[in-house]
């Protein structure tokens, strides 16, 4: 059963930066794909980014080119870089990590999530 560790949530004013982490253990497969999903207060759960093995990343709309996702399929984790933060982006952001195996099961896993508070 893969574990997803994430940190750096915290509190910041808007316009300034945070930056996400997450670590998966008990890794026997390599996450064909991580990222990050955010859920705010009385919405459903949305993604924000994702990143693919090979690198091939996929943004949400209202975070493009404030927020970039990397990845280190090494060390099985994967960074979340969060600029020019805006009120709206208050939520709380989970890690996820998906594997699907020869046999086209899918197995998909999520951190306990983070809380990120952005102030006006």
């Known amino acids: 059963q893969v574990q997803l560790v994430e940190s750096g949530g915290g509190l910041v004013q808007a316009g300034g930066s945070l930056r996400l982490s997450c670590a998966a253990s008990?890794?026997?497969?390599?996450?064909?794909?991580m990222g990050w999903y955010r859920q705010a207060p009385g919405k459903e759960r949305d993604l924000v980014a994702i990143?693919?093995?090979?690198?091939?990343?996929n943004y949400a709309d209202s975070v493009k080119g404030r927020f970039t996702i990397s990845r280190d399929n090494a060390k099985h984790t994967v960074d979340l870089q969060m600029n020019s933060l805006k009120p709206e982006d208050t939520a709380v952001y989970y890690c996820?990590?998906?594997?699907?195996?020869?046999?086209?099961?899918?197995?998909?896993?999520w951190g306990q999530g983070t809380q990120v508070t952005v102030s006006s």
């Open positions: 996820y990590a998906g594997i699907v195996l020869g046999d086209a099961t899918k197995y998909n896993y």
């Open positions: 008990r890794v026997i497969f390599t996450p064909n794909t």
């Open positions: 990143i693919t093995s090979g690198g091939t990343t």
